[in-house]
């Protein structure tokens, strides 16, 4: 068992980037360290015992069910079960000539903060989620792993929603609700980025 966790732990986090639906990104390290000590642990004692029992094996089913089953980052089913992240209560750089690429972190907070947003074209990256009557742009926020994430999400107005849980990058401009909206003018479907959270 521990030759088969270690060897897990290290083809999600050495040889791929799987670990970031799961942890920071700066856990990484760490996580490469344990899944080498574990390998390291279970050579002596695999070949002081010989051959485990056939049955022990099973033991090791849900290990390489992650494996083979690829768990996908936290998606629309979890933000609209999910709690709501407050605004980040930090002071925000100005704003530069251009459509400006933003965080789903920093856009709530600008709309929720002032009218630091109006006028201005800017460029969100998140999955879609359908609700009654509309969608939205989303994206979870961690401070640790998964279990603690929050919902980072944003009402989109002037385009069809795509499917469910497809990321997106939404071109548009601020719409001043109650809520965080953003008008948009492009909606362009993108791959799931690599560190699929925003950070606390």
């Known amino acids: ?65 992650i494996v083979v089953v690829v768990p996908p980052p936290l998606g629309s089913y979890a933000a609209r079960n999910g709690v709501t992240a407050p605004p980040p209560a930090i002071g925000y750089r100005a704003l530069g000539d251009g459509v400006a690429e933003l965080t789903l972190g920093e856009f709530t907070g600008r709309a929720m903060a002032g009218r630091s947003l109006a006028g201005r074209r800017v460029s969100l990256t998140g999955f879609a989620v359908h609700v009654p009557g509309g969608w939205y742009v989303a994206r979870m926020r961690m401070a640790c792993c998964a279990a603690d994430a929050f919902v980072l999400e944003v009402a989109v107005e002037g385009d069809p929603a795509p499917r469910e849980d ?35």
């Open 1 to 65: 068992m521990l030759l088969v966790l270690g060897a897990t732990l290290l083809a999600v986090s050495a040889f791929s980037s799987m670990y970031a639906n799961y942890v920071r990104p700066g856990y990484r390290p760490a996580l490469v360290v344990t899944g080498v000590a574990l390998v390291l642990l279970a050579i002596p004692a695999f070949l002081r015992r010989g051959r485990a029992p056939r049955v022990a094996w099973l033991l090791a089913a849900p290990v390489f069910a």
């Open 166 to 200: 497809q990321w997106v990058r939404v071109t548009g401009t601020w719409v001043p609700r109650d809520e965080p909206a953003i008008e948009v003018d492009e909606v362009a479907p993108v791959a799931v980025p690599e560190e699929p959270y925003e950070l606390t």
